[in-house]
């Protein structure tokens, strides 16, 4: 529904006009009344209007006045000028505004009524070529972002490939030079959405670029923000603006200037490259590639020290074990060499220590670790102390419960009470979490060191003993399959048949007939 402001100081026209336009085209305009250009102003101000129909002569403010002050409105609504007076120079004048149409007094209906469906033609086609513009551009961007992308996602690319797919996409304005950054935003104060966000960048990015000079921006696979740009310095004043603004805290790594389109996959590596150092840095902002390009790759990962965290799991000497975990991610180490230093150490961690525990543990250990899951990747954190103590304090955790397994293991007092426990309620609705709170132990330690102690899982001893229990039950009674299966713990006969008939290969009564014909 459009909103329609009639604009004329005799009441009677007003409301005349409103009268006769909603009996044409109901539920097509929202109609508002004014008396004078000074009260029409007012509205289109406050209210938004998409079309006026004023009067020429009127007290306070007349219709050419109202026409002048519309200049600043926008969106400027579409006017049709009405006069009781044959006047060629309010036409004109009217003509010079833009003004859509010009209607002697008294008006006409099928005159006005003609003027009001031509005009709501053009707006319609009007909103139609804005929409098909909105779309194309939208279109295009996503295009571009998706040869972007298929670009880097295919580092082996013949350069002249990589050149095919750009300048298909009309970015041949990289070979007169550019620089690529890569943006990664703080996960607390991220915006509600990638639009968002981008609404935000484009807005800085036009007061901060010269007319008509290019520039690119597209979302790279892991959802960070690329740009690309002919000049570095839109970088740096881009950074600053977002950080004036608040509107979240940015990190940016720039790359060196490159000159050949084929050259992006490098540009963004060295952006992508640059970003990580963020981890060693406590401050948002820009890390130039050239400021990190240099650092000493001539390291030897420390991996008999990892070992030998991994061969203490479980022993009491996690002091020990603390101080050695300080020595292998010591800081100023870390801070000497390049990235991929600490890259190693981490991938080694995971292997060594993370995945060890998991093989040797098996699913129960993973409870703790799910719980870490972000340790097992240093970019999960926005500096290297928050990845230290994530992996401390893992350790801390995997440490105590191995060692907990082991002393259980080692004394099976605990485990025999259970195992008893376990014979005495078999036929009640048994779980493991009854069992465990029954001896007074943790129940993701339980379950491994039950597993140990016994050779199989709390749920596969516990279906042996019901269906040792329900043989014993056919060879010796006369009792129904669904008697003894109620007898043994089984929720249903066709449970306890489907179980029967996986373990022993028949079902209960083919078993008690198999047993009678022996005897």
Do not use: C
Not at 82 to 93: M, P
Request: hydrophobic fraction near 40%; charged fraction near 30%.
């Amino acid at each position: 529904m459009r909103h329609l402001l009639i604009v004329d100081d005799e009441p009677n026209i007003r409301n005349g006009l409103k009268a006769m336009i909603e009996r044409q085209f109901p539920d097509r305009y929202r109609i508002t009344l004014a008396g004078d250009g000074q009260e029409a102003l007012a509205v289109a101000a406050k209210e938004g209007v998409e079309l006026i129909i004023t009067d020429i002569r009127m007290p306070i403010m007349d219709g050419m006045d109202l026409l002048h002050r519309l200049e600043g409105v926008e969106p400027k609504p579409d006017v049709i000028i009405l006069s009781g007076h044959d006047d060629f120079q309010y036409a004109r004048e009217a003509i010079r505004h833009e003004v859509k149409d010009y209607l002697l007094k008294p008006i006409v209906r099928d005159e006005l009524f003609r003027v009001l469906t031509r005009l709501e033609g053009e707006r319609k086609r009007q909103e139609e070529r804005e929409q098909h513009s909105l779309l194309s551009g939208r279109l295009k961007e996503e295009f571009i972002a998706a040869e972007y992308n298929f670009v880097l996602l295919h580092r082996e690319m013949p350069p002249e490939t990589v050149r095919e797919h750009l300048t298909h996409a009309e970015q041949s304005w990289l070979d007169e030079g550019y620089y690529a950054a890569v943006l990664k935003i703080s996960e607390a104060r991220q915006p509600d959405n990638r639009v968002e966000l981008l609404a935000k960048v484009d807005s800085l990015l036009q007061e901060l670029l010269e007319p008509k000079e290019p520039f690119s921006r597209f979302y790279d696979k892991d959802h960070r923000l690329v740009l690309l740009a002919r000049r570095e310095e839109v970088f740096t004043q881009l950074a600053e603006r977002i950080q004036h603004h608040s509107f979240f805290t940015v990190r940016m790594g720039i790359s060196e200037r490159m000159v050949r389109l084929e050259q992006i996959p490098s540009a963004y590596g060295q952006a992508a490259q640059a970003l990580k150092y963020f981890l060693l840095q406590s401050s948002p902002g820009v890390i130039r590639y050239g400021s990190v390009s240099h650092r000493d790759k001539s390291y030897l990962l420390p991996a008999e020290e990892i070992q030998r965290v991994a061969n203490m799991l479980g022993s009491d000497r996690e002091v020990e074990m603390k101080r050695l975990l300080l020595r292998i991610l010591d800081v100023k180490t870390v801070l000497r060499f390049d990235i991929g230093y600490l890259e190693g150490i981490s991938s080694m961690i995971n292997e060594f220590i993370f995945d060890k525990v998991y093989k040797l543990y098996g699913e129960e250990s993973i409870e703790i670790l799910k719980s870490y899951r972000e340790a097992g990747n240093i970019y999960n954190f926005d500096h290297f102390h928050d990845y230290f103590h994530s992996v401390e304090s893992l350790l801390g955790r995997l440490n105590q419960y191995i060692r907990q397994i082991r002393t259980v293991h080692s004394d099976p007092r605990e485990f025999d009470k259970a195992v008893d426990y376990i014979h005495q309620h078999y036929q009640e609705n048994l779980n493991m979490a009854m069992v465990s709170n029954h001896v007074s132990l943790n129940y993701t330690y339980f379950s491994q060191a039950f597993k140990e102690y016994t050779g199989e899982s709390f749920v596969s001893y516990l279906r042996r003993l019901r269906i040792q229990k329900a043989k014993e039950l056919l060879e010796k009674t006369e009792d129904k399959v669904y008697e003894i299966s109620s007898q043994v713990g089984f929720e249903n006969a066709k449970h306890f048949t489907r179980i029967f008939r996986e373990m022993e290969g028949v079902t209960p009564l083919e078993y008690r007939a198999q047993k009678r014909l022996l005897s």
